[in-house]
């Protein structure tokens, strides 16, 4: 055995020819969309070594011939030279020719761990030609690249002869099996001058087979992260488009940003164009996206009134974001359509939710504080015309704009912690929304039009603000028995600004004079709530050899004077609107979502915890409680826009009963309840359980939810619904799913949903439908869609997902 070290000589060149050079020349010589990695320049990459670093080799035989002008190495060759590694059985030098020559099961590895196998090597060593026999590469993300021969001429241009790539894994069981997919070639050219890849007679094969081929095509060098080129086409179909089929054509303008054009044929509504320009920044990135059509058949349209209505239809969208530092983010997601409806209905990729917010924002964190500035747009893409009954998009409001701060100092004060938050909206909002969704001409038409009076007002039109702002300070003492004691104390303050339409100011009339309450409507409002409060918690530990309980019973009261304004109808309410009480807000020192809403008076919580822990790997964990209104006006009991607090639990001094208890196992199942109990019959108030079990075979989850009667949400039966959800992995990489969701008061399944999913290393293919009903329209059409998507892993993937009925 012959060994050599040395660093920065005559010999270390040679090794580094032999080794790194023949590894150069492979990197160089890969059409790498296949392997981005492999695919570097050539001299930027035989230069990316250190000169001076140590070189190690290992023969069996070191042989120079000086009359030659060689040097070989023979037998077990191994060189070691500043990461890049180097197996052959011969590796030699020819100084006279400036040739290197490797032979005999050569295996090259670069320092990322991409591995080049080859019979045989022989380049020049400035890497301008060579032949390379029998080509094999591995990557480290488990593509690989094969050819019987390579040749690289004039030092730009690499051909490699009958040529095969695929991101596939070879069968384990019969590697010479033929993968999932596979690219095959007579020739594969890359141009390293041009920064093309250029196919001859290239088919594509798919379980062994050819399903494509294509005599001749090219692609840019992969290397370059954006090239220009076609992407997969986007097929689709929908009763009112008909047939639609998309080319999108990428430009690469430069590195960091790119033109994607999308033209559309619709076979019933004609071409629709789309543009969408993307820049890339260190710190972010943004999009702007337009699209446009001249629909050819409007009528196509039968259940959606307002895609009927236009024939010309437009959209400019665009989304950001950039790390301003590492504190602070800005960014914006906005949407302008000349109708609303058009993006969801043409599926704008995300601009198409039925639902969605345009907003600007600015966020920061640091440490425990935190800031969030946000101006916001709420949409409705419906088919609903602007101003009919159903229409909802002219309700919504603009935030203009909501703020929140959240500070907790860092300094002790008293010894314990103070903090601080701030909250202010200001909301816009152009149509007066009541419950049973009238028209602002019927409720300016008075009573004689209003059949059923005004129950609930979700939506004030006109202008609203509100600041508010509050300090709280709480510490913790715990005693020498275990007793955890936590006095706190908090004042806020609140301006609330008001200028309501005529239409808003009329409903709240009629919504007064409905519920019997009074009115309290002004321009501004200014309430304050100071509270005192004491919390006591006393973890009690249990153990036995098998396991670990620990109770720990709480007691909660907090003293307060009565919410200023609660008494009648007036103060806006933008965000308490949605009130769930349960378990998880028993302890909550104000139980209402929002900070339009404000709990006061003298209330007391109690209750107890359970956290079990089990020597077999199981764990559990439990509350039960109640919350007492002791002294005050009940804010859950007050007069509100709508009726937040009603039928809630917490509108008497003595509130139900709340609980909840659930178990986990080590093996992937559990399961929880949650329930709200009658305070004085114990009846079942609402009551929502869950079991599920996750583990290499699948997965299944049950859900059963039932609510009691709340007939002033207009829900005067009991509601209850079953839900189920299953994966079953019955092959390797095989999964078949499905759910379905089954309303017991309507007696009919309002959704079902099922799919399956082949996923490998290298190929993904799933296929998937779905159908909803709203239970309380049993009459109206289902919605019904299916999906699918296709990926090849490097190569690309399509998919769509679209309503099987007119939009």
């Known amino acids: 055995m012959v060994r050599f070290r040395g660093t920065g000589h005559s010999t270390v060149r040679t090794a580094r020819l032999a080794g790194v050079s023949a590894l150069a020349l492979l990197a160089a010589a890969l059409p790498s969309g296949f392997s981005p990695v492999l695919a570097q320049d050539v001299r930027s990459l035989a230069g990316s070594t250190d000169p001076n670093a140590q070189m190690l080799m290992e023969a069996d035989t070191l042989v120079y011939d000086n009359d030659r002008g060689t040097v070989t190495a023979r037998g077990n060759v191994q060189i070691d030279y500043d990461g890049y590694k180097v197996v052959a059985e011969q590796v030699s030098y020819d100084q006279a020719n400036r040739r290197v020559m490797a032979s005999g099961n050569v295996e090259i590895i670069e320092r990322d761990g991409n591995r080049i196998y080859a019979d045989e090597i022989d380049i020049t060593d400035d890497l301008g030609d060579g032949f390379v026999n029998a080509l094999r590469v591995e990557t480290t993300d488990n593509t690989r690249f094969a050819a019987e021969s390579a040749t690289r001429e004039g030092g730009n241009v690499t051909t490699f002869n009958n040529g095969v790539y695929t991101a596939c894994e070879p069968c384990q069981d019969n590697p010479d099996k033929a993968p999932i997919w596979q690219i095959k070639a007579r020739r594969i050219i890359w141009d390293g001058k041009e920064r093309v890849v250029r196919f001859r007679d290239a088919s594509f094969e798919f379980f062994g087979m050819p399903i494509a081929y294509l005599p001749s095509f090219s692609m840019a060098d992969p290397t370059i992260k954006r090239k220009t080129g076609f992407l997969f086409p986007r097929i689709s179909n929908n009763s009112a488009l008909g047939w639609g089929v998309g080319t999108p054509f990428n430009i690469a303008l430069a590195p960091t940003h790119d033109l994607l054009l999308t033209p559309t044929y619709y076979t019933r509504q004609g071409f629709m164009g789309e543009v969408e320009f993307r820049k890339q920044f260190n710190n972010g990135a943004f999009f702007i996206k337009g699209a446009g059509i001249r629909q050819r058949s409007p009528g196509a349209f039968d259940n959606d009134a307002v895609s009927a209505s236009v024939r010309e239809r437009y959209m400019v969208g665009t989304k950001g974001e950039f790390r301003l530092n590492p504190r602070w983010l800005f960014g914006w997601d906005l949407l302008y359509q000349t109708d609303k409806n058009f993006s969801r209905v043409y599926g704008i990729d995300g601009f198409d939710d039925s639902v969605r917010r345009s907003e600007i924002y600015l966020t920061g964190l640091h440490d425990r504080n935190f800031l969030d500035l946000r101006f916001m747009k709420f949409d409705v893409q419906e088919n609903a015309l602007k101003g009919s009954r159903g229409a909802r998009d002219e309700r ?186 349960d378990a998880s807000n028993l302890f909550q020192r104000d139980k209402f979502a929002g900070w339009d809403r404000i709990e006061g008076g003298t209330r007391a919580n109690l209750g107890v915890r359970y956290s079990g822990s089990f020597a077999n790997g199981w764990s559990a964990n439990g509350l039960f409680g109640q919350s007492f209104h002791l002294a005050g006006e009940n804010p859950y009991a007050q007069p509100d826009f709508v009726a937040v607090g009603a039928e809630s639990g917490l509108e008497t001094d003595r509130s139900d009963y709340v609980g909840m208890f659930g178990v986990a196992s080590p093996n992937g199942l559990a399961a929880s309840v949650s329930a709200r109990f009658d305070k004085d019959t114990f009846s079942m108030q609402r009551f929502e359980t869950r079991a599920g079990v996750v583990n290499a075979r699948g997965s299944l989850l049950v859900r059963y939810t039932e609510i009691a009667p709340q007939p002033t949400y207009s829900f005067p039966g009991r509601r209850a619904e079953i839900a189920a959800d299953a994966s079953l992995n019955f092959a390797s990489d095989w999964k078949v799913y499905g759910g379905v969701t089954y309303n017991l008061n309507y007696e009919m399944i309002s959704g079902k949903r099922v799919g399956f999913l082949y996923d490998d290393e290298c190929f993904t293919f799933g296929l998937n439908f779905s159908e909803s009903r709203n239970p309380r329209v049993p009459t109206a059409d289902p919605v019904r869609s299916v999906g699918f998507r296709l990926a090849f892993r490097t190569l690309g993937d399509f998919g769509s997902r679209e309503n099987l009925d007119s939009q």
């Open 396 to 581: 919504q409001a603009w935030a203009l704009p909501s703020f929140d701060y959240s500070r907790t100092f860092d300094e002790p004060v008293a010894g314990g912690e103070l903090s601080l938050d701030v909250n202010a909206q200001s909301i816009y909002r152009d149509v007066t929304h009541t419950g049973n969704n009238l028209l602002e001409s019927e409720i300016l038409a008075g009573p004689s039009a209003l059949t059923n009076g005004i129950a609930t007002i979700p939506g004030l039109a006109g202008t609203s603000q509100r600041i508010s702002a509050e300090l709280e300070w709480k510490r913790n003492y715990i005693t020498e028995n275990g007793l955890i004691i936590t006095p706190m104390l908090g004042l806020r303050g609140d301006g609330v600004f008001t200028d309501y339409n005529q239409a808003t100011n009329a409903a709240i009339g009629f919504m007064a004079a409905n519920n019997g309450v009074a009115v309290n409507t002004r321009n501004a409002w200014f309430r304050y709530m100071a509270t005192a409060g004491l919390e006591l918690r006393w973890p009690i530990l249990f153990s036995t050899t098998s396991a670990t309980h620990v109770f720990e019973p709480t007691a909660q009261i907090f003293v307060r004077p009565d919410a200023p304004y609660q008494t009648a109808l007036g103060l806006p309410n933008e965000d308490a609107q949605s009130l769930v009480f």
